[in-house]
């Protein structure tokens, strides 16, 4: 009997239940989907004005679908970023924190977690941010890009690298990817695969004028003067590179690699006028002028680089070099006593020193700085022809 009275009290209790939980009534199913798609749209909305800048009706529309559909992983995604342009981090990252929980999966939350903490000088925790980004969507190069550029700010250009190098065939129509991964190259020394990478990435993107600009550079370090003056000289028509004088004393010095002074001269002057304080920019054009046979002109070069830059070794083993064409011995040895002072290893300041010397009639002080570079450099060609015209008395 008690059994019987038990099961019905159980029965009794499941009815119960589900008169209590029952399903919604179309007119409330209703009500839902009509939310659903009214935050949907509003989230468009907010979107929108975010992109065209409108930030604070952007921050009312999106707060309307979030109370709409509070579970919108969209929504708090699109508030982080307003929060992050107003720099209102911790902010951005709680909302960063719900996005996640409302979609684990979603990636652009972890990478702007990883923006977030970058800006918070958390390198390790962003990294961490940046890999999770990569790992739920690899086919997003920016998630891609931003873990690579945290390897190279965190010193570790070996592993941005490889990153890169690994990732290049997958994004096999970038442009961007093949560019770092050059700048890269170019910092690590590997000149001839910069220059290949620089390349590609200029036939996937010929008009960005940045990726030109940087395969003008790897030309130049890697010693193709005359390729790279063409690309240069290119750029320098265009309006955003026209006063770039460091470009111009780039293309001067590749001018003179290529046996042009005349037009070298015309760069590194065009440079100086932009900045009157390069010293760079006077001695590449004394040194154009030199090459030219103008020795005042270079002379006068010479002393505007020396005005700005007194500690210019190469200025001073120029000019004494001048002093030495004209005979003025003292003036040339106390030049390249300057140059070999400021630059100890540099044989070559040794050796005109000791030149000088020797004109001086001051053998034995010359002999000591031919067998001190040789010290410095024992197959030294330059030390050991003077050292031996030295012993043989001419």
């Not at 390198?123 to 997003?140: G, H, I, S, T, W």
Request: proline residues 3%; glycine residues 6%; charged residues 25%.
């Amino acid at each position: 009997m008690r059994k019987s009275f038990l099961s019905i009290l159980a029965a009794f209790c499941v009815l119960a239940s589900c008169s209590q939980t029952k399903s919604p009534t179309a007119q409330q199913q209703a009500m839902l989907q009509w939310n659903d798609a009214r935050a949907t749209v509003l989230v468009g909305l907010a979107e929108d004005q975010y992109q065209n800048g409108n930030f604070d009706k952007s921050r009312g529309t999106l707060d309307e679908a979030i109370k709409l559909e509070p579970d919108s992983a969209t929504a708090h995604v699109l508030s982080a970023k307003l929060y992050i342009e107003n720099g209102q981090l911790e902010l951005a990252e709680r909302e960063l924190t719900v996005a996640r929980q409302a979609d684990p999966k979603c990636a652009e939350a972890d990478y702007l977690s990883g923006v977030v903490y970058q800006r918070w000088q958390q390198p390790e925790r962003a990294l961490v941010f940046y890999q999770n980004a990569c790992d739920k969507a690899p086919a997003e190069l920016a998630y891609v890009m931003a873990r690579a550029e945290m390897l190279v700010a965190m010193d570790r250009r070996d592993e941005a690298l490889a990153l890169l190098q690994a990732k290049i065939n997958y994004f096999e129509h970038s442009g961007v990817i093949r560019d770092e991964a050059g700048l890269l190259l170019v910092q690590s020394g590997n000149y001839p695969q910069a220059i290949e990478m620089f390349r590609r990435a200029s036939i996937l993107a010929p008009d960005d004028l940045t990726i030109r600009e940087h395969l003008a550079s790897g030309l130049f370090y890697g010693r193709q003067y005359a390729e790279s003056a063409m690309i240069l000289s290119e750029l320098l028509t265009h309006q955003k590179y026209d006063h770039r004088p460091e470009l111009l004393m780039m293309l001067g010095e590749c001018q003179l690699q290529t046996g042009k002074a005349g037009d070298a001269a015309q760069s590194f002057q065009q440079a100086s006028d932009m900045e009157p304080d390069s010293s760079v920019a006077w001695l590449g054009l004394a040194r154009a002028q030199v090459q030219l046979g103008s020795v005042r002109r270079g002379e006068y070069a010479l002393n505007h680089c020396l005005a700005i830059s007194d500690d210019n070794a190469q200025a001073h083993l120029l000019l004494g070099y001048l002093h030495l064409r004209e005979s003025r011995f003292s003036d040339a040895r106390d030049d390249f006593a300057r140059a070999s002072g400021l630059d100890p290893a540099d044989t070559v300041s040794l050796c005109m020193f000791g030149l000088a010397l020797d004109k001086l009639g001051q053998v034995r002080d010359a002999a000591a700085c031919y067998e001190k570079a040789l010290k410095i450099r024992p197959d030294d060609e330059m030390a050991l022809r003077l050292l031996a015209r030295l012993d043989q008395g001419q």
